[in-house]
């Protein structure tokens, strides 16, 4: 038993449904924690949780998203004073490019209107359409799948790894065909994917990597930013995201032919170096996916805040990971040994009904955790079960590209039994959360106990 918690009263307070457990579970606890836990954890299953009519373990809120200040306003009056408001008749874009290229640690950045256009971009650069198959994940944003479905091409899913929440490197290999173009593992969270297991199969099967690294700023494999291990890297700057400025994205790539055909992709065919009312054009195709200097000037003054928040995500996320993972049926999503820094965009773990007292459902537990003061989300839906997305298949244009056969057996080909069971017991808190104080940690993890030693109570709260 902790010393912290008087003995009378710990079981006083404790004198419910399932108290013996509590008692256990919570002595075993404190014992592994040492003496440095904050005293309302310690006391945490003690107290009543706030759906039972407690008083909520986390008050007053987390940090507000986005961060802003004079900076940014300078950094807007100037472009607006400048006259200059798009990309080619100001240098905001271009300094923002030079930058961010840096930062990753790539030849080239193409800024493009956000996260999708960076990843339609490189798949139009790659020259991936109808006909080709794209290797995807099936635990990640539409925008991953829509790119695919934009170039006809089909959609193949490779099933997750539920213990990093990615896509499992190990299953990519039996998605590859004759027809695979491309493959584009995301690092969902910002937790990078298993690069060292993706690169050695795509380069042995000579096929590029696209990596979706739209929640990844700053995320590591073996000292190296991701975004820069693969063919592309794909980034994205919306508003919800650690660098932020409204909408926005950006490929990065080491390729000079590459780069030069998805910055005429982006900017409707027309070279880098074609300006004014030169109507002359290269590639195939295009569509107009700019960055403009608003958002350029914008990305430029959040870069400055990057780094100190990425830290401060980071050593949040690992002094909760240090105390979640203490809580039977709490798991923090893995990190794979290549993993070197996590972005930390999201922050995420699996809840497992049958390992947490009283077999409360995720349902409950989510409503229990809001109830705390403490904002969560169950995350994502199986992409691959999706009916718009079966309906793409089925449509005139995939009948009219695609042999009858493959499309019938696109469903069975595409299960993906281990993200059926992810999805049903994911748990995010976003990366704002992130950015609070020790204390703020403290309250989630308060929270989680709470709601831990009176799971029998709260099966149908």
């Known amino acids: 038993m902790n010393p912290n918690i008087p003995r009378r009263g710990f079981l006083k307070s404790t004198a419910v449904a399932g108290a013996g457990t509590a008692i256990a579970r919570y002595g075993r606890l404190a014992s592994v924690l040492g003496a440095g836990v904050a005293p309302q954890i310690a006391t945490a299953a003690a107290t009543k949780p706030a759906v039972l009519g407690g008083t909520p373990a986390h008050q007053g809120g987390f940090p507000a998203w986005p961060v802003y200040d004079e900076r940014e306003e300078s950094a807007l009056r100037e472009v607006l004073r400048s006259g200059n408001w798009f990309r080619g008749s100001g240098q905001k874009v271009a300094q923002f490019e030079e930058a961010y290229a840096k930062l990753i640690g790539a030849k080239h950045c193409i800024a493009t209107a956000n996260g999708t256009s960076a990843l339609h971009a490189s798949l139009s650069g790659l020259e991936v359409g109808p006909g080709d198959e794209v290797v995807i994940a099936p635990y990640t944003f539409i925008a991953t799948l829509n790119v695919v479905l934009l170039n006809y091409a089909l959609p193949i899913f490779a099933d997750t790894d539920p213990e990093s929440f990615e896509v499992d490197g190990r299953k990519i290999g039996a998605a590859i065909t004759e027809r695979t173009a491309a493959i584009i593992p995301v690092h969902l969270g910002g937790n990078p994917a298993d690069l060292d297991t993706i690169l050695e199969v795509a380069g042995r099967r000579k096929i590029p990597v696209i990596e979706d690294a739209c929640q990844a700023w ?244």
Request: some cysteine; hydrophobic content about 40%; glycine content about 8%.
């Open 218 to 461: 700053m995320a590591e494999w073996r000292g190296r930013k991701v975004g820069s291990l693969g063919k592309t890297g794909c980034f994205s700057f919306q508003a919800s995201k650690n660098l932020n400025a409204g909408e926005g994205g950006a490929v990065l790539t080491n390729d000079d032919e590459l780069a030069e055909k998805i910055y005429a992709f982006h900017n409707n065919n027309r070279a880098r170096r074609v300006t004014g009312y030169n109507f002359s054009y290269r590639g195939t195709r295009g569509a107009n996916l700019r960055l403009t200097e608003w958002q350029g000037a914008m990305l430029l003054a959040q870069l400055t805040r990057l780094e100190p928040q990425s830290r401060t995500r980071e050593q949040n996320a690992q002094y909760l990971t240090a105390q979640l993972r203490q809580i039977p049926g709490i798991l923090p999503a893995k990190m794979y040994p290549g993993c070197t820094r996590n972005a930390y965009h999201l922050y995420m773990f699996r809840f497992k009904a049958a390992e947490f007292g009283g077999g409360m459902s995720r349902a409950n537990f989510l409503k229990a955790l809001s109830a705390e003061g403490v904002p969560c989300s169950p995350g994502y839906t199986p992409l691959n079960k999706e009916a718009f997305v079966k309906a793409a298949v089925a449509s005139k244009a995939y009948q009219r590209i695609y042999p009858a056969k493959l499309l019938a057996d696109w469903e069975a080909r595409n299960r993906c039994p281990a993200n059926d069971k992810l999805c049903d017991e994911a748990v995010w808190f976003t990366q704002p959360m992130l950015l609070g104080t020790r204390k703020d940690m403290d309250d989630i993890v308060t929270a989680v106990r709470k709601i831990s030693a009176h799971a029998s109570q709260l099966t149908s709260a």
